[in-house]
């Protein structure tokens, strides 16, 4: 079974705050993904990792930067949090023909 | 541009078959996807089709039709269980380099009755 875990189901933080939101899998998988997920506008690419030190911006990089110093693990950074930064955010793993889901992490900033 | 269209909402009853469509527009294909997504839950893959026609595993099935950009998840002998979203997603080759980015619809709201 595939196996993607996050650090937090929830987490509350307040605003101005640094965030780290972590995401490890056991697939061995290039390919690490993460995004946010907001009513009405469905899921949103924040970043995507191909490798080791690779990065790419996805659809929406602003107020985000990430880290993937290890193959397993692809840490989603929020610099600064601000209350728009509300969201459930997921990660996922993914190859050419599937890609799975970590169980999500509902932040909210106050 | 980019765009995936989906119903935002459907209704029907247990036992019944219902049909999901997915309408898509993108630079390019490299393949879709359908998740089922409960409640607060993340989304599980249900398939993935990349050529022409039909796609069947178990109760659910998905069609494609790259000349239509068109799509569709297929539910039969419905179950009050499948009440969930459902989201068609679009891999587009000219996007992200060798990872081909995916594109989400805004996902379909299925709510199974008695």
């Known amino acids: 079974d595939v196996k993607v875990t996050q650090s937090s189901r929830y987490l509350v933080k307040r605003t101005g705050e640094k965030v780290f939101l972590e995401c490890v899998q056991d697939?061995?998988?290039?390919?690490m993904f993460w995004y946010r997920q907001d009513p009405g506008l469905g899921l949103r690419l924040i970043y995507f990792?191909?490798?080791?030190?690779?990065?790419e911006k996805g659809d929406i990089p602003e107020g985000y930067s990430v880290s993937r110093e290890k193959k397993e693990r692809f840490s989603l950074i929020l610099e600064s949090a601000s209350t728009n930064q509300t969201s459930m955010y997921l990660c996922?793993?993914?190859?050419?023909?599937?890609?799975?889901f970590g169980p999500g992490t509902r932040l909210t900033v106050t | 541009g980019q765009n995936i269209d989906q119903p935002t909402e459907m209704t029907a009853t247990e036992g019944a078959i219902v049909q999901i469509n997915c309408t898509y527009q993108?630079?390019?294909?490299?393949?879709l996807f359908w998740y089922q997504q409960h409640a607060g839950e993340a989304p599980t893959f249900l398939s993935y089709n990349v050529l022409d026609g039909l796609e069947e595993k178990g109760r659910f099935s998905s069609f494609l039709s790259r000349s239509k950009g068109y799509s569709y998840l297929l539910l039969k002998e419905l179950q009050m269980k499948d009440s969930a979203s459902y989201l068609c997603a679009v891999r587009d080759s000219k996007s992200g380099g060798a990872t081909n980015k995916l594109i989400f619809g805004t996902g379909t709201l299925l709510a199974v009755q008695p």
């Open positions: 697939m061995d998988h290039e390919n």
């Open positions: 996922a793993i993914g190859s050419r023909n599937e890609q799975y």
């Open positions: 993108t630079s390019g294909f490299n393949g």
């Open positions: 990792s191909y490798d080791v030190k690779m990065k």
